[in-house]
RNA sequence: GUGGAUGUAGCUCAACGGCAGAGCACCUGAUUGUGGUUCAGGCGGUUGAGGGUUCAAGUCCCUUCAUCCACCCCA
């Protein structure tokens, strides 16, 4: 034993056996196709980044979590693991902004890499979707976002779910509006995004403990607090706040496209106590939680008109989403919200091989099978029938196609559904066809 | 990075400081051309690793590694 290795793989990194790999297929495939929909199209990266493209970007606490990625003989370039897709979109448009189109849309589904320690939906390589429109300042790039994050999760099944929405400025004019110090201001977001875990209270103890002033939080807490159905709840902020650059317009405009849209009322709502951590967002923010397994947030997302500008003299204004497809996984599986046909294999047919004196047959038949479309596998060792079948039936394939000596003599294949025993014989030619009708269940 | 819990067969877990076990899975046969049920048999372990206490350690102590949970942070 102790001349092996212990098979195992770096802490926070898995493997994905084909089961799990055909949900993460689905999980994907579901995102693409709504992604393409709205007229986004695909871009890859490299996994590495020179060092500078990403320092300066995250904030420090973040940077720790940035993975280093240096070859051992050419330290010419420090290189790192990306953290996010989001900064090398920044580079790519930066660098390839002559051969783009703006508004430039585009998704990007790919690992990214952060040295946390890892928790249940919580990985050291994990893939992000995200989806960006890169050259729209106004509100209906926004709502684009909305809208589609709202399809993908409706497509994926989730019987419930809230986008909840928030305004950067407007967290801004609210900690201005109370007396704090614009310096302060993280450690507000910080508090505040833990409203749903420690409550009203819990809040403004942390914000005490981080020395803001007790008048400041209570007149903080009131707006942070105003909740009302649809954009009731932006009317309360407005008569406090008045009107400005708060950001209070845009929510509004974004309420209404929306609503035209036909995005259901129940699927979004503004929440003034949500914060997203990252400090690049300058305008509308989104976040998806779903509560019933608490694995966090699904999606995240929001405007970051500044980001660009870290690579390109002149910004470019940017919105977009991410979905978290590692914690979605999580929950399609805790909700069993797969589709039924949703295997472990992808396999549709096994073809039996008898003997050496049948397996030319064999060959035929799996041949004939793949040309119909089938994914037809060949048994690769002549074992007993009962063997192959057993294999079939374990991993899950439906059909079993057998030619023995006496199918071979009478010209023809018999083929048996597993689920019921439904035999039938056909001729070679008409495999593909039968082989077709049985899996459609007729 | 901080705190807590847990590591025994491929998997899920038992075993008072006293011979390391069960269920499931796997392999073989009953059934020489038919899977899922049943029956019989079989394979499978340096109890995560290293050290200590003891006549004796899976069990107690120390160290270390790993996993899980909470915090921090995040998808």
Do not use: W
């Not at 390839?96 to 946390?116: C, D, M, N, T, W």
């Not at 929405?165 to 508090?191: E, K, M, V, W």
């Not at 992808?346 to 047959?361: K, S």
């Not at 057993?390 to 899950?396: L, P, Q």
């Amino acid at each position: 034993m102790s001349q092996f290795i212990k098979p195992r793989a770096p802490k926070g990194f898995r493997d994905f056996l084909p089961r799990a790999m055909l949900r993460r297929r689905y999980v994907i495939g579901c995102i693409t196709e709504i992604f393409e929909r709205f007229g986004f199209d695909p871009l890859d990266t490299p996994i590495l980044e020179l060092r500078e493209t990403l320092f300066g970007k995250y904030g420090e606490d973040a940077e720790q979590l940035i993975f280093s990625a240096q070859h051992g003989r050419s330290a010419s370039e420090p290189l790192a693991m990306r953290y996010d897709l989001t900064v090398p979109l920044a580079r790519v448009v930066a660098q390839h902004e002559s051969q783009l189109h703006l508004p430039f849309k585009r998704y990007h589904i790919a690992p990214v890499f952060r040295g946390e320690r890892p928790q249940r939906g919580r990985y050291r390589e994990f893939y992000q979707c995200d989806a960006d429109i890169v050259g729209v300042a106004g509100v209906m790039a926004d709502a684009e976002i909305v809208i589609m994050m709202q399809q993908i999760l409706s497509r994926l099944g989730f019987p419930q779910f809230v986008i909840k929405i928030n305004h950067r400025r407007l967290l801004t004019a609210i900690g201005a509006f109370s007396g704090l110090p614009a310096d302060q201001l993280p450690d507000l977001y910080r508090s505040v995004d833990k409203y749903d875990k420690l409550g009203a209270d819990g809040v403004r103890a942390e914000l005490a403990a981080r020395g803001i002033a007790e008048d400041a939080i209570s007149r903080m807490m009131d707006l942070l607090q105003a909740h009302a159905p649809g954009t009731a709840s932006l009317d309360q902020i407005e008569d406090a706040l008045g009107k400005g650059e708060n950001g209070l317009g845009e929510l509004r405009e974004l309420a209404d496209l929306l609503a035209a849209a036909g995005v259901p009322a129940e699927h979004y709502d503004f929440d003034f106590t949500m914060v997203r951590g990252l400090g690049y967002y300058t305008g509308p923010i989104f976040e998806t939680v779903i509560s019933q397994p608490n694995l966090g947030s699904i999606t995240g997302g929001g405007r970051y008109d500044n980001l660009i500008g870290m690579f390109r003299r002149q910004s470019l204004p940017t919105t977009g989403t991410s979905f978290g497809i590692e914690r979605i996984i999580d929950l399609l599986d805790a909700l069993d919200l797969y589709p039924a046909e949703l295997g472990g294999t992808l396999v549709q047919a096994l073809v039996t091989v008898f003997g050496a004196d049948t397996r030319h047959e064999s060959l035929r038949i799996a041949e004939a099978l793949r040309e119909a479309g089938i994914n037809a596998e060949l048994h690769l060792e002549s074992r007993k029938l009962g063997r192959q079948i057993a294999y079939a039936d374990r991993k899950g394939i439906p059909l079993v196609a057998i030619a023995g000596s006496e199918e071979i003599s009478a010209g023809v294949v018999k083929l048996r559904r597993l689920a019921d025993g439904y035999e039938l014989f056909v001729d070679l030619e008409d495999i593909g066809y039968a082989a077709q009708a049985l899996l459609a269940g007729s």
